[in-house]
């Protein structure tokens, strides 16, 4: 048995952990950070985009507008309330900061904007508008602005963002300690949180092959569930096996940043059923334990039903175009929100099924844009819908009896829109008149599928103290990242997560770092 002791122990290194880290380091803490895998978790298989605005460099080189007041409005709508209005103006007022202080520890941005709608865009543009920002309503509320800073680097880039992260940790002498996977709290006699039980793979050979198969979960196993369920099981049983027990003590706090639970079937299925047929976005680390520490000591959670699934409709920008409709060819929402709202929208009020209707003009110019406006997978998918995904037919009720859906439905939804002004609000720049057959109809509904699947992860965690970071009722104890219920705990947009790991996990940080020494060096809490 191993035992250890610092100052402030970090449970989770990915964005929000190492975020941790690296602030109570700077306040002059000895910290340990603590990671099941080898450091990144879901931050480092993201797309690298961090929600900022207020006026950042980047928005200003790219002649972009933007201010706190701006940002915060459009934000109010989309939290709605999940955090104080405190809370999220300072969030708002310190964006500029929070990205001046990401490049200071080596995470480039860059603001060349990307000039159409996009879910995630090429590795051309690193701005964007990655919300609902110009989408009928929010547009009228808050003056839009491109808020998406996709960290500059090929591809996904949230592997870069987690490189320099954990190199700016050890950097400040954090100790890194991957392959241990926290198994308890301990508590004093006043119930304050003092340490942690973990267990670490011990065996070097073993150490190795757990990192192999545990990369190799992550992605590719990230798009291929029974991949990674298979060869989570082989993890699992290397941690059975040859893993010895470690002590922590814990001088002044403990911080959970260990992710959210969309890799626990069960916990989706006891706090949110609607979701199911996703992929679940994260690695296999996303189980909750960290939620289930904080529970262990009198920690309590909230927005545990919130579930962020994403069914983007871009790229291509031209499906903005078309109309969502369900199986009795109802309109669902507008075309131009962003990916998650439509999930939503599509899962609680329509049993999960959608299908986009098109003409040939958009068929034509999604098949000429989409290789150039996103990434090669963005590519693959539109290739899926265009093709295994897609019916077509001359009329309206032809292609929606091919479709199985209704036709008298399609048939009033279509008129209803042709009519104008268009009764779900979608502005006028991404309208389109599909009046040229064939028409198609896309199948977008929500299931298993590896053409074209619906990413899907949590949103609610332990409640935690919006000044601090610490767990509501439990001393000694923090939380941050998708652990924690936080800015986007009720509503999701692309950058608002990363963004929300970086504010509450640096809160944490130093809150927990300022923490006065309740454990003496050589006191044995165990």
């Not at 380091?25 to 950070?33: F, Q, R």
Request: hydrophobic share 40%.
């Amino acid at each position: 048995m191993d035992e250890l002791v610092a100052d402030v122990v970090v449970i989770g290194a990915g964005a929000a952990g190492a975020c941790a880290a690296i602030e109570a380091a700077d306040a002059g803490a000895e910290v340990l950070l603590l990671d099941r895998f080898s450091g990144g978790g879901a931050s480092r298989v993201s797309g690298g985009v961090v929600y900022a605005g207020g006026g950042t460099s980047q928005q200003i080189d790219a002649g972009a507008s933007d201010s706190v007041d701006a940002m915060f409005e459009y934000l109010r709508l989309e939290t709605d309330g999940v955090v104080s209005s405190r809370t999220l103006r300072w969030f708002c007022e310190t964006s500029p900061e929070a990205i001046r202080w990401l490049e200071g520890l080596g995470v480039p941005f860059e603001g060349s904007l990307c000039p159409y709608k996009t879910s995630y865009p090429s590795d051309a543009h690193y701005l964007y508008y990655s919300g609902s920002e110009v989408s009928g309503g929010f547009r009228d509320a808050a003056a839009p602005a491109p808020r998406g800073h996709r960290v500059k680097g090929p591809g996904t880039s949230g592997k870069l963002l987690m490189a320099r992260l954990l190199a700016a940790a050890r950097k400040r002498g954090v100790r890194v300690v991957p392959q241990t996977r926290a198994r308890s709290l301990v508590t004093d006699a006043s119930g304050a949180v003092s340490g942690v039980v973990a267990d670490s793979v011990a065996p070097a050979w073993a150490r190795w092959r757990h990192v192999v198969l545990a990369s190799y979960a992550a992605k590719p196993g990230i798009y291929v569930p029974p991949l990674r369920r298979a060869l989570h099981r082989r993890v699992e049983r290397l941690e059975e096996r040859y893993s010895r027990e470690v002590r922590i003590v814990a001088r002044r706090g403990v911080v959970l940043a260990a992710g959210g639970f969309i890799a626990n079937r069960a916990l989706v299925r006891d706090h949110a059923p609607a979701y199911r047929g996703g992929l679940a976005l994260g690695t296999s680390a996303d189980d909750g334990s960290g939620i289930e520490l904080g529970l262990s000591v009198g920690g309590r959670v909230a927005e545990m039903d919130r579930i962020s699934a994403w069914r983007f409709l871009t790229p291509p920008a031209a499906f903005l175009g078309g109309l969502l409709v369900d199986a009795d060819g109802r309109r669902i929402i507008d075309e131009s929100r962003y990916g998650a709202a439509i999930g939503e929208r599509m899962i609680t009020a329509h049993g999960g099924r959608g299908w986009l209707l098109v003409d040939e003009p958009v068929v034509r110019e999604a098949r000429r844009d989409g290789r150039k406006q996103g990434q090669w997978f963005a590519w693959l998918q539109l290739r899926y819908l265009l093709g295994r995904g897609r019916v077509t037919g001359a009329s309206l009720e032809e292609v929606a009896r091919q479709a199985g859906v209704d036709p008298e439905g399609l048939r009033a939804t279509y008129s209803a829109y042709r009519r104008g002004p268009d009764p779900a609000g979608k502005p006028a720049e991404f309208a389109r008149p599909l009046d040229t057959p064939p028409f198609s109809l896309i199948d977008v509904s929500v299931k298993p599928s590896l053409g074209y699947p619906c990413p899907m992860l949590t949103l609610g965690g332990l409640v935690v103290d919006e000044e601090t970071g610490a767990v509501a009722g439990v001393r000694g104890l923090y939380a941050a990242g998708r652990t924690a219920v936080g800015i986007c705990s009720r509503s999701y947009v692309s950058g608002l997560s990363l963004a929300d790991c970086v504010f509450s996990g640096r809160r944490a940080g130093k809150s927990s770092a300022m923490e006065p020494d309740r454990v003496d060096k050589n006191e044995n809490v165990f």
